[in-house]
């Protein structure tokens, strides 16, 4: 156990000591078995990011889980997501690079659909008295992104210095003397992924810890397999009872998909109930 601990904090060590953001992802879930092959769940999740500044994403999710062999599982879910999207903007040049200005979208709500079909093996090895179990999850993702209508702000013909800045509008550390609001669409799309994740775990006979890392990384099946996001995750599941399940994680991103489009440190709380 004290091995795991110092090579999971190592590898935290090892990351990247910058950030553009942090954050706090929290769910909980509830698992029924039907039989020893099937079973169904379903959950809830909130997120906090921008520096916890903000609540960027709830949702509720519910899947069908079937194990045809001891050492292979298939599952399907949907998600609801609603996803909070910051502010962004756009600067606008003229044809002889000199500013413009700036098209701002204010921070807007989005729902998303989701669908997700899994295959998942594992490989346990026993030593001793531990137990290593290796792991390999394909993912196919599905998002249809619900269009919605945002505030669009026009920063048009910058002031340069000396000027009159009475009635001019402030951005970017810059004075415009024209502001315009118009309302703009973001259209709906459609995004589809494949997600492989490997994951090692250690346990071991008469202890309710079971430490692990996964590497996942995400692929965009739309752009010919790019690689648009990793994500390097170090936890534990902690098994309270046989019924109650918490489980604490570090994680880290680096890229940017349908979900997250900055490199960020991400603090992952669980609560899991299975009956």
């Not at 020893?36 to 999710?61: C, H, I, M, P, W």
């Not at 609801?80 to 910051?86: P, Q, V």
């Not at 998942?120 to 269009?147: C, D, K, M, N, W």
């Amino acid at each position: 156990m004290k091995k795991a601990i110092i090579l999971s904090l190592a590898a935290i060590c090892a990351l990247p000591a910058l950030a553009d953001d942090y954050g706090l992802w929290t769910s909980l879930a509830v698992q029924k078995s039907l039989n020893k092959q099937f079973s169904v769940d379903a959950g809830v999740d909130l997120r906090a990011e921008n520096k916890l500044r903000d609540l960027t994403r709830y949702g509720f999710e519910v899947g069908l889980n079937y194990r045809p062999l001891r050492y292979l599982g298939l599952s399907a879910g949907y998600n609801f997501i609603r996803d909070y999207n910051l502010e962004e903007a756009e600067a606008k040049y003229k044809t002889d690079g000199s500013l413009r200005g700036y098209n701002v979208d204010e921070a807007f709500w989005r729902s998303k659909h989701r669908a997700t079909f899994d295959v998942t093996g594992s490989l346990p090895i026993h030593a001793g008295h531990t137990r290593i179990t290796l792991s390999a999850r394909e993912r196919y993702q599905y998002t249809h992104f619900v269009s919605t209508d945002i505030t669009q702000y026009k920063y048009r013909t910058p002031m340069g210095e000396g000027s009159d800045l009475t009635g001019a509008y402030a951005y970017a550390g810059q004075y415009f003397s024209s502001l315009k609001s118009e309302t703009d669409t973001k259209k709906a799309k459609d995004r589809h992924y494949l997600r492989s994740r490997f994951g090692l775990e250690l346990s071991w006979k008469h202890c309710d810890w079971s430490p692990y890392v996964t590497y996942e990384f995400s692929n965009s099946l739309t752009e010919q397999m790019h690689l648009d996001k990793q994500r390097l995750t170090i936890g534990t599941e902690w098994k309270v009872s046989k019924q109650h399940r918490l489980d604490f994680a570090y994680v880290y991103n680096n890229g940017a998909d349908d979900d997250d489009t900055s490199d960020s440190h991400i603090l992952s709380i669980g609560y899991k109930f299975k009956f």
